[in-house]
């Protein structure tokens, strides 16, 4: 079935790329041998998006999905989670892409502990847009973000932090 449905997108999609590859030189009035330069650009547009895309969102993850932890972090005693509930749109960016702000400070001097990013999209207009993507997101979180949680042990300290 998702095959049969990959199909016709495809064919719409190419139908598509041939009509507005024709058309759009009609309308700016240049001859119709930019036809040629239009349906090809008109079909591979979408992927592009994607590519560029995904290539932004990888280099995205690589500068913002770290963790920083305070030097003296084994001196934290409790934390309180101060991240926000939403995450911010990044500018610039060819596919809608947010990163997601993630902060724990010192419960007694509200000092920074632990901050650190995930980077979230649902992709470009083929996978965001036409919902070929199927609803999901793409999300990276820093690799070493269990790791050092565990290591701090940041639940303990959370509660530790809810009971006072």
Known sequence: ?????????????????????????????????????????????????????RWQFKRLCEKEAVVWLSPDWESVRAVRNVSPDSSEPVRGAVIPIRIQRLAYIDAETGRSVMTYSAVHTKGGMLLGKLGLG???????????????????????????????
């Open 1 to 53: 079935m998702i095959g049969l449905l990959f199909l016709i997108v495809f064919v719409v999609w190419l139908a598509s790329a041939f009509y507005f590859g024709r058309a759009i030189p009609r309308w700016l009035g240049l001859k119709r041998a930019w036809s040629y330069l239009f349906v090809p650009l008109a079909f591979l547009a979408p992927i592009v998006d994607e590519l560029i895309g």
């Open 134 to 164: 199927l609803e999901g997101t793409t999300t990276c979180w820093p690799k070493d973000e269990l790791e050092i949680r565990k290591k701090i042990d940041i639940e303990n300290l959370l509660i530790k932090e809810k009971s006072q």
